[in-house]
C-alpha cells in the first residue's frame, strides 16, 4: 500500500510568490492535516480537514489556505511568500478519528 | 510554556544503555497520546500510542500518568540504529466534530554510541 505521498519533495520560491502543496492520504483515510517544521522545532499544525470539511486551523496568517477534494486528496497554498515560510512542510493522514497519524516525507520551502 | 514540554538533550548513551526521556503536557483536555520517532531531515514516524494503562512494544515501554500530565518512553537495550530525536505528541481531538490536532514537543535527541 502506498504511504502519504506529497509533491514536490523540493521547492524554491522568491518572496512574494505564491505555492501550491499537494498531499495524497493513504487509501481508506479521510483525515488529512497540514503542519509545518523549522529546524530545531516540533511539527506546528496549520489546517486540519475530515471528510472534506475544515475542522480546524492553527495559529497562521491568513495567506495560509487549504482545502480537501472528493478523493481526500488535499492541497496547502501558501500566498504572499516570505522568508520566514521556509520550512519542511508535512501532510499526515489518520484511519480514525484519536488514531496516531502517518506522515508524508514532506516539501521542503525554501524562499529566497 | 509550551503546551508540550520536552528535555531537549542530547542523551548520549552507550549501546546496550536503558534510557527514558519524559514529557509533560498542560491541556488538561488532551485526548490521546503519542511517541513519535524522527530521523534527520526526514518525515516523523509513528513509534507507539501511549495508554494510562502502560505498553509495551519490544524494547520500548510508554506510560502515562493523567493525573500528573506525564508521559514517559523508556528504551532498552539501546541500540546505534535508535540514535534519532523522539517526538512527545498529543492529540487535542477527537472531538465529536472530527476535530483533531497534534501538539508536538520540540524532540529529545538520543546518540546511541558502540
Known amino acids: 500500500d502506498a504511504g502519504v505521498t506529497q509533491s514536490p519533495t523540493h521547492l524554491i520560491k522568491t518572496r512574494g510568490q505564491h505555492v501550491t502543496l499537494r498531499c495524497s492520504p493513504i487509501s481508506g483515510h479521510k483525515s488529512v492535516s497540514w503542519y509545518q517544521q523549522v529546524l530545531g522545532q516540533g511539527p506546528q499544525f496549520i489546517f486540519q480537514?475530515?471528510?472534506?470539511?475544515?475542522?480546524g486551523r492553527g495559529n497562521f496568517p491568513d495567506r495560509f489556505s487549504a482545502r480537501q477534494f472528493p478523493n481526500y486528496s488535499s492541497e496547502l497554498n501558501v500566498n504572499a511568500l516570505l522568508l520566514g515560510d521556509s520550512a519542511l512542510y508535512l501532510c499526515?493522514?489518520?484511519?480514525?478519528?484519536?488514531?496516531?497519524?502517518?506522515f508524508g516525507s514532506g516539501t521542503r520551502l525554501t524562499v529566497v | 510554556r509550551k503546551e508540550v514540554e520536552q528535555d531537549p538533550g542530547p542523551f548520549n548513551v552507550p549501546e546496550g544503555a536503558t534510557v527514558a526521556f519524559n514529557c509533560t503536557y498542560s491541556?488538561?483536555?488532551?485526548?490521546?497520546f503519542f511517541w513519535y520517532r524522527q530521523d534527520c531531515r526526514k518525515e516523523p514516524k509513528l513509534l507507539m500510542s501511549v495508554y494510562s494503562s502502560g505498553n509495551e512494544d519490544g524494547r520500548f515501554t510508554a506510560q502515562l500518568n493523567r493525573a500528573s500530565q506525564y508521559i514517559s518512553l523508556l528504551i532498552r537495550d539501546s541500540k546505534l540504529s535508535d540514535s534519532a530525536t523522539y517526538l512527545c505528541?498529543?492529540?487535542?481531538?477527537?472531538?465529536?466534530?472530527?476535530?483533531?490536532?497534534?501538539?508536538f514537543g520540540t524532540g529529545t535527541r538520543l546518540l546511541v554510541s558502540p
Open positions: 505528541v498529543v492529540n487535542r481531538g477527537p472531538l465529536n466534530t472530527g476535530f483533531q490536532k497534534l501538539v
Open positions: 499526515a493522514s489518520n484511519f480514525r478519528p484519536g488514531s496516531g497519524y502517518t
Open positions: 491541556n488538561s483536555a488532551s485526548q490521546s
Open positions: 480537514y475530515y471528510e472534506k470539511e475544515e475542522r
